[in-house]
């Protein structure tokens, strides 16, 4: 199953229809570049995609490999209620699905219906404007478009059905959620949406902490100004995110490592 550092997972392709392949190859981007742009922790952490065509089935990681190493074949296929419906040959090493992954991604998929992708982090951003009390701040233009972003109380790792609701609550219809003390999530009807969203957020909190960190008054927007500004990013009012991004990204980790493929 492994040869020179790199683990070896039996292809998928055969057992899945085209429109779950390229599904498949999208995700396993997705995790690359969470990997690339600085915003993933280990093998901890997962993103989820709908299967298309199939309203009760999600592809998400195989708990224990690094996102580095993700492919469309190593994803696991799973239920809303948990069952494993198709996964690749692992070995010895067995992998399965995270619980906390399972949880959050589940209630996610289950009552957003439109969503077809969700991406969590533990990014150090992220986790650090996430446990201020006074979350995200419009400071940037990049951060305006988070003026409705929900937030979720820390209850622990997140292990128990019974938090679901108030997650999916809080997430409300926005795209995306602070997960107060923890990390952040983020939501698309495509997978470069979704990326897009979290690509935004990540550099939205990245410089709200070093602007506070200069520990100097912050320069304030008017409201009016950024209530504008808002509405300015809204699919309503400009091209879904990630339409022109995403063939872009795909290309860019062609002329890195095209193993996410496989």
């Known amino acids: 199953m492994t040869a020179a550092g790199r683990l070896k997972v039996p292809s998928m392709r ?32 997962h993103i989820s995609l709908r299967v ?28 809303h209620e948990g069952r494993i419906l198709a996964r690749a040959d692992f070995g010895e090493l067995d992998y399965g699905v995270n619980q906390a992954g399972f949880v959050i991604h589940s209630a996610v998929h289950r009552g957003r219906p439109e969503v077809a992708c ?7 951003a992220t986790m650090a404007v996430a446990s201020l009390e006074c979350g995200l701040l419009p400071l940037t233009q990049t951060a305006m478009r988070f003026l409705k972003v929900g937030y979720h ?36 009807r495509t997978v470069g949406e979704a990326f897009n969203w979290m690509h935004r957020l990540e550099l939205s909190c990245r410089s709200q902490i070093a602007a506070m960190a200069c520990n100097t008054p912050l320069r304030p927007v008017p409201e009016a100004v950024v ?36």
């Not at 969700?118 to 150090?124: E, F, K, L, N, R």
């Not at 809204?234 to 496989?262: C, H, T």
Request: aromatic share 8%; hydrophobic share 45%; with cysteine.
């Open 52 to 79: 298309p065509g199939e309203e009760n089935a999600f592809l998400i990681n195989a708990y224990g490999m690094l996102y580095e190493e993700i492919t469309a074949s190593s994803l696991i296929k799973v239920d």
């Open 227 to 262: 209530n504008a500004t808002w509405k300015v990013f809204q699919p309503s009012e400009r091209r879904v995110f990630g339409v022109m991004e995403w063939p872009a990204l795909l290309r860019k980790l062609d002329r890195i490592d095209p193993g996410y493929r496989d």
């Open 118 to 124: 969700v991406i969590h982090t533990h990014s150090a």
């Open 14 to 45: 055969s057992e899945c229809s085209d429109a779950e392949w390229r599904a498949r190859v999208d995700l396993a981007a997705c995790y690359r570049l969470v990997e690339l742009y600085g915003m993933a922790d280990m093998m901890a952490n």
């Open 153 to 188: 109380d820390f209850q622990g790792p997140v292990l128990d059905l019974s938090e679901q609701a108030s997650l999916v609550a809080d997430l409300g219809d926005a795209e995306a959620l602070m997960l107060r003390n923890h990390g952040s999530l983020t939501v698309g």
